[in-house]
């Protein structure tokens, strides 16, 4: 079945340390991204790709850096500089343009969920 | 900036009920609408994606519709269960710039048996 595997599913870091969380898709979606999910916030962008070596800041990118070295992954390093880092991850991936030119919706993976210990 | 409202934060309804969730948009330049589903702890489910163009869009029980001109849309889901039971969100993906996909906070819904 084609979808977007996120893991680890739950993920613990200690003060100082810095985390890579693993987002892979095997839909041939050319887009990535990287959502941030705290209570009563709703989900905020942190970064995205559209393609292959390319990506770009989203609201949220400070602390955080991303790499996208193949189309079918696009891991999340959490550094130490981000200060409040405890949050549910979700990756996203889309189609960007159809043949008509319209736009496509996303698909989400299942969340990492991330403690600082 | 686009905002993405979603009224009401939570709703709890008998089973077998009709109900409306609301979602409003400030910026109608949008290629489309998508409404998910989230249980607890878990991933986003995608339920309906309306584009632009469109008016509405229809799976099995759910129902959305969309009014790009007022920044509304509503997602209706007939003879609700236990199981609908979850966290509602709707999304927009905004033109211009970056097209980012912009989220509402959700209505979390609690279907009573």
């Known amino acids: 079945d084609g979808g977007i595997t996120q893991s680890p599913k739950y993920l613990f870091r200690k003060e100082g340390q810095n985390v890579t969380l693993s987002c892979e898709q095997n839909?041939?979606?050319?887009?990535m991204y990287w959502y941030r999910q705290d209570p009563g916030q709703g989900l905020r962008l942190i970064y995205y790709?559209?393609?292959?070596?390319?990506?770009q800041k989203g609201d949220i990118a400070e602390g955080y850096s991303v790499s996208r070295e193949k189309k079918e992954s696009f891991p999340l390093t959490v550094t130490s500089a981000q200060k409040n880092p405890t949050a549910f991850y979700l990756c996203?991936?889309?189609?960007?343009?159809?043949?008509?030119?319209?736009?496509?919706?996303?698909?989400f993976g299942s969340g990492t969920r991330l403690t600082v210990v | 900036k686009q905002e993405v409202t979603q009224i009401p934060a939570a709703l709890s309804v008998p089973e077998g009920e009709n109900l409306v969730l609301n979602c409003s948009f400030t910026?109608?330049?949008?290629?489309?609408l998508q409404w998910f589903r989230q249980d607890p702890g878990k991933g986003l489910t995608s339920l309906l994606l309306?584009?632009?163009?469109?008016r509405e869009q229809t799976s099995g029980r759910l129902n959305a519709s969309l009014d790009k001109s007022s920044g509304r849309s509503t997602l209706y889901i007939a003879a609700s269960q236990p199981g609908d039971s979850a966290t509602y969100l709707c999304?927009?993906?905004?033109?211009?710039?970056?097209?980012?996909?912009?989220f509402g906070k959700g209505t979390k819904l609690t279907v009573n048996p």
């Open positions: 996203a991936s889309s189609i960007l343009r159809g043949s008509t030119g319209g736009r496509y919706g996303y698909t």
């Open positions: 839909l041939n979606h050319d887009a």
């Open positions: 790709s559209q393609i292959v070596n390319d990506f």
């Open positions: 910026d109608s330049a949008i290629y489309n």
């Open positions: 309306i584009q632009s163009s469109q």
């Open positions: 999304a927009v993906l905004t033109q211009g710039g970056s097209e980012k996909l912009v």
